[in-house]
């Protein structure tokens, strides 16, 4: 029915979209709707993600790291070359799409996007460097409990630093910043090393040769695996894989002497620190640039969902800048924190300091025996809140944080009404505004927690706001 009051051509078009979707519910057009594995964010949710970028942001800059922010768009072969062309998420989860003739694709990840940054602005000839960065990323998986097609992450990269201090360092500020969000929720950490080249090679010998024993009892995706990365067959989840994944050899038997003295180096720095971990042998990542050492903060959580328990990870890639076309070889370390996830086990009543607003309100119709009728009226409304507008505007110069209420058009709303929703904004005090004030160049200040309230000259209502914020902080 709706169909007759909208224009021939917006029915032509109605009709169509309905013959091809089929979207239409009751002669209705279907509600808009979020994108499977998205989800809006909002209210105390998004007061969670404020309060761990914030915590990440003061934990990186107290490490001297300086923000750093790349597009959401990348040429496609940033992640194509950089991850692994095995990788799940190369093989199925990049949001990729041609424009004209280039192929582009939807961030998965930071590190990539940065060491391309690093290359293209000349910086890998300015080293060493220090970046953090926080945002959204992509990628096409199954959705499900702590994890989304679009998701955000808190990251930290460093760059010509190979001492195995720099290991040392970054873990110790991962660990600093878990612990200052305050879950309430104990995290354990896990470590593992992939060594050096030399001893990877050895290593992923080996684990062909293990896995191809053993192949009737692996999953089809960890077949296919063992001939062009074998070492990706060991990150696999699938139950089917894991009793002989668990049965594997273990490379920490196949260090040479530099890469197990690196990773004892930062073992024991770890100890020194008094920072608990787990070495944890079949520690993987599932990027295929690490190297060396590499390391997971987990927790156990029925929020996150079973296999979701990972909060931050991350590694080191001392190959990484070459393999992205810089010209020389450059140490790399950082990690990634899940935001989502972290938001997920933050608890509901988490007090994140606020300042509480000044609001301003107009009172209209309080004084019938001054204010006129008709369009003078109107007039006279529209003084009060340009009064009302006008001191806004002198609060906030001095940074005094300020909620002015527009009254409805449609309907007059009681003062008691008024002033229970201005509450809901968790101001302190209403500056009350009506025609006597502006007559009389004042304003009346209600103080809404001890409901008292007094009259003062327009001039004096800022020392009067700022003497009153700082007797309730007191």
Known sequence: MYLRFLLPQQRVFIRTITQVTGKQINGRIEPARTVRGTHDRFGVENEKFTHIQKIGTSIAELYCFEQISTPILEFSQVFERTLGSESDIVGKELYSFIDHDDKLTLRPEGTAGIVRALINNNMDRDLPKKFYYHGPMFRRERPQKGRLRQFEQFGVEMFGYENPTSDIEIIEMAWVFLNKIDTGIPFELEINSLADMESRTRYCEVVKDYLLQNSSHLSSD?????????????????????????????????????????????????????????????????????????????????????????????????????????????????????????????????????????????????????????????????????????????????????????????????????????????????????????????????????????????????????????????
């Not at 038997?253 to 070495?279: D, H, M, W």
């Not at 929020?303 to 393999?323: I, N, P």
């Not at 201005?422 to 160049?441: F, Q, R, W």
């Open 222 to 474: 960890s077949v296919k695996r063992i001939s062009t990365n074998p070492l990706r067959v060991l990150d696999s989840k699938n139950p089917e894989d894991i009793p002989i994944i668990q049965n594997c050899p273990s490379i920490t038997e196949f260090y040479n002497t530099k890469s197990a003295e690196r990773f004892n180096a930062v073992c024991q720095g770890l100890q020194k620190l008094e920072i608990p971990y787990k070495v944890n042998p079949r520690l993987v990542r599932g990027l295929d640039y690490y190297e060396d050492t590499i390391f997971e903060f987990k927790c156990t959580d029925s929020r996150l969902g079973v296999s979701q328990g990972t909060v931050l990870a991350g590694g080191r890639y001392d190959s990484l800048v070459q393999l992205m076309g810089g010209k020389e070889k450059v140490p790399g370390i950082g990690w990634a924190a899940g935001v989502n996830r972290l938001a997920a086990i933050l608890r509901d009543d988490i007090t994140i300091p606020r300042e509480r607003p000044i609001a301003i309100v107009i009172i209209q119709d309080r004084d019938k025996t001054i204010l006129s009728t008709g369009n003078c009226r109107k007039n006279n409304d529209m003084m009060l809140h340009y009064y009302g507008l006008k001191i806004s505007s002198v609060l906030r110069s001095y940074n005094i944080k300020t909620f002015f209420y527009h009254t409805p058009n449609a309907h007059k709303l009681s003062l008691k009404t008024i002033l229970a929703n201005v509450v809901k904004t968790n101001a302190s005090h209403a500056i009350l505004i009506g025609e006597s004030e502006v007559m009389n160049d004042k304003v009346t200040l209600k103080d809404l927690d001890l409901k008292i309230q007094n009259e003062y000259k327009f001039e004096d209502v800022v020392q009067i706001v700022l003497k009153s914020r700082e007797i309730k902080n007191s």
